[in-house]
Structures are given as C-alpha cells and as structure tokens.
C-alpha cells in the first residue's frame, strides 16, 4: 500500500511562486506526478516523473514554468511553479503508479488527498 501525503499549497498573486511537496510512504519505486482539477473541469495531467528522475514531461500548459522533481532517498516528489497564473487556480493531487509513468488519470494507482493552490489576478 502507498500512501501520498501533498503539501505547499496556498493563496499567492499572479505572478508569484509555489513549491508541492508529496511525501509518500510504502513502496519508493513509483513512477509519479501531478494532477489538478479545477472546479467544474475534470481532473488534468500537468506533469510526471519515472522512478529515477531522469525522465520527465508536461502538460503544454505548464511548460516552461512548471518544474516536477524528486527525492528518492525521501521518497518525496517535488512541484516548483513559477509564474503562477489565475489559471492555475484548482486542487493539486499527487499521483503514484507502478507502469513506466502517469501520464493520464487511468496510469494511477495512488492518489493524494489534494491540496489547494489558489491564483489571484
């Protein structure tokens, strides 16, 4: 069993940066990832990483703003946004799963509880 624990969200002005954390526990060996849901739209890639950290990909959305990185040793996974946009305002859900990455909703098999990132313009 895995478990993902995010954290890192909050309100910020358009413009400024956050960093997500996901700790998780069980298993290390997980490709994992990002995923927001803003209200009223379905939940949405934004960015992954292979179990090593050497691969990585994102949503065309966040590219070049966004930074997904991890902690092995930790077992932890990281979200660098920069730039943040009134857009980026949803829920943030960190993902685990076990094929090659978590590229789509149906790759997870773990999910986080959310945390909120709020954008105000």
């Known amino acids: 069993q895995v478990q993902l624990v995010e954290s890192g969200g909050g309100l910020v002005q358009a413009g400024a940066s956050l960093r997500l954390s996901c700790a998780g526990s069980?298993?290390?060996?997980?490709?994992m990832g990002w995923f927001r849901q803003a209200p009223g739209k379905e939940r949405e890639f934004v960015a992954a990483i292979n179990w090593s950290g050497a691969t990585t990909s994102y949503a065309d959305s966040v590219k070049g703003r966004f930074t997904i990185s991890r902690d092995v040793a930790k077992n932890t996974v990281y979200l660098q946004m920069n730039s943040l946009k009134p857009d980026d305002t949803a829920l943030y859900y960190c993902a685990a799963g076990r094929g090659v990455r978590v590229g789509a909703v149906h790759e997870v098999d773990y999910w986080g509880q959310g945390t909120r990132v709020t954008v105000s313009s």
């Open positions: 069980g298993r290390t060996l997980y490709s």
